[in-house]
């Protein structure tokens, strides 16, 4: 956009803004007091003719004539004949609705069906002592209405809205006209204005283009203005003699950002297979420190397919190949996008990490977060392995919390961004122990001594204490889900329960909890392991 459009833009708005506000308020003003002088009419007319209603109401009350029908509707058509006293023009219409949402009485006969009706009443009864509007008799027409209870009758005096309003909706059409030649005038103006103002910028803009096509930096751009505009002439000029120096410098900048950028491609080849994109950026300041090794507490997560030989056989190598890609698909996916890293693939089985190159305190959560995901997303890839008539997947996830090494290992041929060391290896043992328990998803109690309490929608339960091959002592295991059903919800709770009275070696109490789990999930190994315990403690 042109500088010229710019000034147009910005000027004509606080312009058009100014002049709308003027007659904004003369609008308003008017507006204002053309509807009291109609709410004071209208209001005038419905006190005289509730005051008369009221007047031949008290005379059958005081002659003993308001129970008589005939007397009744006697008074009734002496108010219709005083509202038509009441009517000063054509326009002008006084009604009343019964009980039956029928009109009762008129000065001028119009059609209104019961819903017409109920709606005017309605909206009457909402809207209280204000002025209000609506389509009725063949136009639209103001009104003042109340409830007159000895006849059962609403009251309505109304006019057509244009015999109050003609002559707002005048000045509204006028103001619009105005508007619109002023706007015209001023973007005429502005533009002439413009054209002055911007001159000399556009001679500093064909200089500069000059010297861009021909190289030739002894052109200079003609100060026309002693103004702003004319110190930017001059400040243009000083720039041109120094540019040959500046063009020095940006050759010797550029070749030292070419050898930083040759350094970040190379940083980028060994991370981008498996570190998110985020993580990435947050080392381009400090690259060195990529590759140093480096010991610190990381989230370790393994999963395996269940029975993937088995799979392996029913299915021809080429189509197995496909599933695994997109079953790992979703899986990494889940990874990077909750800030892990894929460490490396083992067959069927994946393994990640985090906590490195970044460490954050939600590492463990976003360690749990990424296996209740990882089941979740293995209910579609299992949906279309039905569509295609191909084996489900059933899997296993094991998570650990603790310290281990992480750097860059290997050699100069053949490098490596992995993690060693003893937590490694109880993650592993941990989706091991998945098979045993049934369990989709188990963490050691390191990683729930960090998540307990973080987020109410993840549901644990203590398994059981586990010594894993290369442990002497017992790793108390838990499960987790996401979703329990209600059976689950009352099941895990007596488990909580039980495990509670069971470490208080209150047995036989322990015992009665593990068998009403049985009864609600008359699998569930964990209840059947801690009830023989139990069987074996009671005498």
Not at 163 to 189: A, H, M, N, P, W
Not at 322 to 346: E, H
């Amino acid at each position: 956009m042109s500088i010229r459009l710019k000034i147009i833009f910005v000027v004509l708005p606080l312009i058009l803004v100014s002049l709308f506000f003027a007659e904004g308020a003369t609008w308003i003003t008017v507006t204002r007091g053309i509807t009291r002088t109609a709410q004071d009419s209208l209001d005038f007319k419905l006190y005289q003719l509730e005051n008369y209603a009221a007047n031949q109401w008290m005379l059958l009350v005081e002659n003993g004539y308001a129970d008589k029908e005939n007397m009744l509707q006697a008074a009734k058509t002496a108010t219709q004949s005083y509202a038509a006293t009441l009517v000063l023009s054509t326009s002008e219409l006084i009604f009343a609705i019964n009980g039956d949402n029928e009109v009762a009485m008129t000065t001028s006969p119009f059609e209104a069906t019961q819903d017409e009706c109920k709606k005017l009443i309605e909206q009457s009864v909402k809207n209280g002592e204000y002025l209000q509007n609506a389509f009725f008799a063949g136009g639209k027409r103001i009104y003042k209405a109340l409830k007159f209870s000895p006849f059962n009758w609403y009251l309505f005096v109304s006019e057509e809205r244009d015999t109050f309003y003609r002559e707002v909706d005048d000045i509204t059409k006028q103001t619009l006209i105005i508007v619109g030649i002023f706007s015209v005038l001023s973007i005429v103006l502005l533009v002439l204005f413009s054209r002055i103002l911007i001159k000399p910028l556009s001679e500093v803009a064909t200089t500069m283009q000059k010297i861009i096509s021909s190289h030739d930096l002894s052109s200079r751009a003609i100060v026309e203005y002693n103004d702003e505009t004319g110190h930017l002439a001059q400040t243009f000029n000083f720039m041109v003699s120094e540019l040959e120096e500046s063009y020095r410098q940006t050759k010797n900048y550029a070749f030292q950002t070419a050898i930083a950028q040759k350094e970040e491609h190379r940083i980028r080849e060994i991370f981008q297979k498996y570190v998110p994109q985020s993580v990435i950026e947050q080392f381009f300041k400090a690259p060195e420190s990529m590759l140093i090794g480096d010991n610190r507490d990381l989230a370790v997560l393994f999963t395996d397919i269940r029975s993937f030989t088995t799979i392996s056989e029913k299915i021809p190598p080429d189509l197995l190949v496909q599933c695994l890609n997109r079953y790992f698909s979703d899986q990494v996916d889940i990874v990077m996008n909750r800030q892990g890293v894929v460490d490396k693939y083992i067959g069927d089985a994946l393994m990640a990490f985090w906590g490195a190159p970044v460490e954050s305190e939600h590492d463990p959560l976003q360690s749990v977060y990424s296996g209740l995901e990882m089941i979740d997303a293995l209910e579609g890839f299992n949906e279309k392995q039905r569509e295609l008539k191909l084996p489900e997947f059933h899997i296993g996830i094991g998570i650990n919390f603790g310290p281990a090494t992480v750097g860059n290992m290997g050699n100069e041929r053949k490098m490596n961004y992995t993690i060693i060391g003893d937590t490694v290896n109880l993650a592993s043992r941990t989706e091991d122990i998945t098979k045993i328990y049934g369990e989709p998803l188990m963490i050691t109690e390191f990683v729930y001594e960090r998540i307990a309490g973080k987020d109410s929608n993840i549901h644990t339960r203590p398994l059981d204490s586990v010594t894993v091959k290369g442990k002497t002592k017992a790793i108390r295991m838990y499960a987790v889900k996401r979703k329990l059903s209600e059976v689950e919800e009352r099941a895990w709770a007596l488990h909580n329960e039980a495990m509670d009275l069971f470490e208080k070696e209150s047995y036989s109490d322990a015992e009665k909890k593990f068998k009403r789990i049985l009864e609600l999930l008359p699998n569930d190994y964990s209840a059947k392991i801690h009830l023989e315990k139990c069987k074996g403690f009671v005498f």
